[in-house]
C-alpha cells in the first residue's frame, strides 16, 4: 500500500483505455466552442486506446500523473521540434480532466516533465497552444512561460493562430 497521494510515472501499455479518457475529456472541456464539434469530435476519436498503444509503441515519451491511484492527467515530450526558437526541449501535449484543474497537478507535472528534460540535456523547453484557448495560455504564463512566437494551423478550411512559449536553460 503506498501513502502518496500524487504519483508521476511514465506510461505504460495498461495505462492506454486512462489516457485516451483523459485526453477525451480534456479536450472536450477546452476546445469545445474553440474548434468545431465535427473537427473536435474527429480528433478526439482518433486518439482512442490503440492510438496510445501505437505511440508508446513508438517510444513517445509520456508521463502520466495520478491522485490517489486515479489517472488525472498525461504529458508528452522530448526534443524541439519548433525550429527557430532555439529551445532544445518540448512539451507536445500537457492534460488533466477537468476535475483536476485548477489544483496545483498541472504545476506538479509541468514541473516534473521539465525535470526529466532538463536530467536529458535538454534544458530550455517551448510549448505550442492554440491562442484561443485562454486557460492554457493563463497556465505557461504562470509557470514562466514567455510568449516568443506566433504561428499558424488549418484544420478543417479554419486557420488557428498557434501562440508558442518558452523557458531559457535555467541559471543555477
Known amino acids: 500500500m ?44 482518433r486518439r482512442g486506446t490503440g492510438w496510445w498503444r501505437g505511440a508508446l509503441a513508438r517510444g513517445v515519451d509520456i508521463k502520466i500523473l495520478s491522485i490517489a491511484d486515479i489517472p488525472a492527467g498525461y504529458a508528452t515530450y522530448g526534443p524541439c521540434r519548433l525550429r ?5 526541449g518540448e512539451i507536445y501535449e500537457l492534460y488533466l480532466k477537468p476535475e483536476y484543474q485548477g489544483l496545483g497537478f498541472g504545476r506538479t507535472l509541468f514541473e516534473n516533465v521539465r525535470e526529466t528534460l532538463n536530467a536529458r540535456n535538454m534544458p530550455s523547453m517551448a510549448v505550442q497552444v ?3 484557448n485562454e486557460p492554457a495560455r493563463a497556465f505557461y504564463k504562470a ?24 523557458w531559457p536553460q535555467r541559471r543555477s
Not at 508521476?8 to 479536450?27: F, K, P, Q, V
Not at 527557430?84 to 532544445?88: F, K, L, V
Not at 514562466?144 to 493562430?161: D, F, M, P, T
Open 2 to 45: 503506498t501513502t502518496d497521494l500524487i504519483d508521476l510515472r511514465a506510461a505504460r501499455t495498461a495505462d492506454c483505455d486512462a489516457l485516451a479518457g483523459i485526453h477525451s475529456e480534456a479536450w472536450l472541456g477546452a476546445y469545445r466552442g474553440v474548434l468545431h464539434g465535427v473537427d473536435l469530435q474527429k480528433l478526439v476519436t
Open 130 to 132: 492554440l491562442t484561443a
Open 143 to 166: 509557470v514562466g512561460g514567455k510568449l516568443a512566437a506566433k504561428s499558424w494551423y488549418r484544420l478543417g478550411g479554419r486557420r488557428l493562430e498557434l501562440s508558442v512559449y518558452s
Open 84 to 88: 527557430n526558437t532555439g529551445m532544445a
